[in-house]
């Protein structure tokens, strides 16, 4: 088929979609790659070109959310998690519960950490405290909605922001 990069993507998200879809009715374990091409409409060689595992699938629909949030939030610097977009992420989180929530009851959520390493990583530093910091952040990151997520998104996007300036000011 080799489409442009729009169109991969497009059919990425699509197989994404359909896999997702699928996982509100069966675990990932019993779901084929036949079934999500057919659900999709999307060829399986698409799937087997681009991905390894279903959660890649998952990784890859996580990020493209994030990015069209931070492009319809006008965010600078989405590339980064920090105090500044604080706010953002956890609204974004927020906004995408039920996904999230899906994401934990199926047991993927090394989807998620996977996600935010990625976005918060986008490029190979040669710098070893950078890397540390990064790979500190993402899973500091990830534990924040790890707890978010199993207390079922008890506090508001508000609140989250609240307690985590309050964490800053506590180191």
Known sequence: ??????????????????LIKLLETKPIEKITIPEIAQISRVGRTTYFRNFSSKNELITFKLICLWER??????????????????PEFYAFNFANR??????Y????????????YSVMAPYDSVDPVECYYIRFYSYA???????WIKRDF???????????ERMQLMS
Not at 105 to 116: E, H, P, S
Not at 154 to 163: G, H, K, Q
């Open 1 to 18: 088929m080799g489409g442009n990069a729009r169109t991969t993507n497009f059919l990425k998200e699509c197989l994404a979609d359909g």
């Open 69 to 86: 949030w931070a492009e319809s939030h006008n965010m600078k610097d989405h590339r980064r998690y920090s105090v500044k977009n604080a």
């Open 98 to 103: 039920e996904l999230l929530s899906l994401i």
């Open 105 to 116: 009851k199926r047991g993927l959520q090394t989807a998620i950490y996977d996600a935010f």
């Open 141 to 147: 990151l990830f534990g924040l909605l790890d707890e």
């Open 154 to 164: 008890f506090e508001s996007a508000e609140e989250m922001t609240e307690i985590f």
